[in-house]
Protein backbone atom coordinates (compact mmCIF):
# COMPACT_ATOMS: atom_id res chain seq x y z
CA UNK A 1 0.00 0.00 0.00
CA UNK A 2 0.90 3.67 -0.78
CA UNK A 3 0.44 6.05 1.52
CA UNK A 4 1.87 9.71 0.64
CA UNK A 5 0.94 13.08 2.17
CA UNK A 6 0.90 16.52 0.60
CA UNK A 7 2.93 17.78 3.05
CA UNK A 8 5.69 15.18 2.33
CA UNK A 9 5.48 16.01 -1.61
CA UNK A 10 6.25 20.19 -0.82
CA UNK A 11 9.36 21.46 -1.76
CA UNK A 12 10.60 17.85 -3.58
CA UNK A 13 11.30 16.95 -7.05
CA UNK A 14 7.33 15.75 -7.58
CA UNK A 15 6.44 19.99 -6.66
CA UNK A 16 6.51 20.76 -10.19
CA UNK A 17 6.80 24.65 -11.49
CA UNK A 18 4.70 25.40 -14.24
CA UNK A 19 4.64 29.10 -14.52
CA UNK A 20 0.97 29.50 -14.56
CA UNK A 21 0.45 26.46 -12.07
CA UNK A 22 1.82 24.51 -9.45
CA UNK A 23 1.40 20.53 -9.35
CA UNK A 24 2.18 18.41 -6.44
CA UNK A 25 2.42 14.87 -8.26
CA UNK A 26 0.98 12.08 -5.45
CA UNK A 27 0.92 9.59 -7.76
CA UNK A 28 3.20 9.35 -10.66
CA UNK A 29 3.70 6.39 -13.49
CA UNK A 30 6.72 4.20 -10.89
CA UNK A 31 3.78 3.83 -8.36
CA UNK A 32 2.76 1.37 -11.07
CA UNK A 33 -1.11 2.50 -10.43
CA UNK A 34 -1.87 3.25 -14.20
CA UNK A 35 -3.09 6.81 -13.86
CA UNK A 36 -1.31 9.76 -11.89
CA UNK A 37 -2.79 11.82 -8.91
CA UNK A 38 -1.72 15.53 -8.81
CA UNK A 39 -2.56 18.19 -6.21
CA UNK A 40 -2.36 21.50 -8.99
CA UNK A 41 -2.44 24.95 -8.04
CA UNK A 42 -3.91 27.63 -11.03
CA UNK A 43 -2.49 31.06 -10.06
CA UNK A 44 -4.88 34.03 -10.06
CA UNK A 45 -5.48 35.88 -13.42
CA UNK A 46 -3.16 33.69 -15.42
CA UNK A 47 -4.47 32.02 -18.84
CA UNK A 48 -2.95 28.78 -19.63
CA UNK A 49 -3.32 26.82 -23.16
CA UNK A 50 -3.33 22.99 -23.04
CA UNK A 51 -3.67 20.23 -25.61
CA UNK A 52 -3.01 16.66 -23.60
CA UNK A 53 -2.50 15.02 -27.34
CA UNK A 54 -0.58 12.07 -25.35
CA UNK A 55 -3.08 11.90 -22.03
CA UNK A 56 -6.42 12.08 -20.98
CA UNK A 57 -7.61 14.00 -17.69
CA UNK A 58 -9.70 14.37 -15.53
CA UNK A 59 -9.94 17.13 -13.59
CA UNK A 60 -12.52 18.21 -9.85
CA UNK A 61 -12.06 21.44 -8.31
CA UNK A 62 -11.62 21.43 -4.69
CA UNK A 63 -11.19 25.62 -4.37
CA UNK A 64 -11.51 28.61 -6.53
CA UNK A 65 -13.12 29.45 -9.81
CA UNK A 66 -11.70 28.91 -13.00
CA UNK A 67 -13.05 28.66 -16.75
CA UNK A 68 -12.36 25.99 -19.34
CA UNK A 69 -12.61 27.08 -22.87
CA UNK A 70 -12.67 25.46 -26.02
CA UNK A 71 -10.15 25.74 -28.63
CA UNK A 72 -11.26 26.63 -31.22
CA UNK A 73 -15.11 26.33 -30.58
CA UNK A 74 -14.83 28.84 -28.07
CA UNK A 75 -17.58 26.93 -25.86
CA UNK A 76 -16.70 27.93 -22.29
CA UNK A 77 -17.09 26.13 -18.87
CA UNK A 78 -17.29 27.72 -15.37
CA UNK A 79 -15.11 25.68 -13.40
CA UNK A 80 -16.48 26.31 -9.04
CA UNK A 81 -15.47 23.93 -6.20
CA UNK A 82 -17.23 20.57 -7.10
CA UNK A 83 -17.45 20.52 -10.74
CA UNK A 84 -15.42 17.76 -12.99
CA UNK A 85 -14.24 17.86 -16.36
CA UNK A 86 -12.88 15.26 -18.30
CA UNK A 87 -10.91 15.81 -21.50
CA UNK A 88 -12.05 12.61 -23.00
CA UNK A 89 -11.10 13.65 -26.53
CA UNK A 90 -7.47 15.25 -26.22
CA UNK A 91 -9.38 18.91 -26.32
CA UNK A 92 -7.69 21.74 -26.93
CA UNK A 93 -8.40 24.15 -24.46
CA UNK A 94 -7.26 27.31 -22.14
CA UNK A 95 -7.54 27.49 -19.14
CA UNK A 96 -8.31 30.76 -17.08
CA UNK A 97 -7.89 31.01 -13.06
CA UNK A 98 -10.37 33.74 -11.72
CA UNK A 99 -8.58 33.41 -8.55
CA UNK A 100 -6.18 30.93 -7.15
CA UNK A 101 -8.11 27.76 -8.01
CA UNK A 102 -7.16 24.09 -6.85
CA UNK A 103 -7.51 21.52 -8.58
CA UNK A 104 -7.33 17.70 -8.12
CA UNK A 105 -6.17 16.20 -11.40
CA UNK A 106 -5.97 12.45 -12.86
CA UNK A 107 -3.92 11.64 -16.21
CA UNK A 108 -4.32 8.39 -18.04
CA UNK A 109 -1.50 7.47 -18.72
CA UNK A 110 0.21 8.40 -16.01
CA UNK A 111 2.95 10.82 -16.06
CA UNK A 112 6.36 9.83 -15.42
CA UNK A 113 7.79 13.15 -13.02
CA UNK A 114 8.33 16.46 -13.85
CA UNK A 115 6.32 17.08 -17.39
CA UNK A 116 5.71 21.01 -17.68
CA UNK A 117 3.26 21.68 -21.02
CA UNK A 118 5.31 22.63 -24.13
CA UNK A 119 4.92 25.33 -26.73
CA UNK A 120 2.04 23.59 -27.65
CA UNK A 121 0.90 23.10 -23.97
CA UNK A 122 1.39 19.20 -24.75
CA UNK A 123 2.75 16.95 -22.10
CA UNK A 124 5.38 14.57 -23.84
CA UNK A 125 4.10 11.32 -24.46
CA UNK A 126 4.44 8.65 -21.75
CA UNK A 127 7.50 6.43 -21.70
CA UNK A 128 7.93 3.28 -19.21
CA UNK A 129 8.65 3.24 -15.67
Known sequence: ?????????????RDVEGGNWNSRRLLLAGDKM???LHDTILREGTTTPIHYQNHLEAVYCIEGHATVELVPSGEKFEIK?????AL???DKHL??????TRMVCVFNPPVVGNEVHDENGVYPAATDS
Open 1 to 13: MLVRSLDEIKGTE
Open 34 to 36: GFS
Open 81 to 85: PGTVY
Open 88 to 90: DKN
Open 95 to 100: LTAHVD
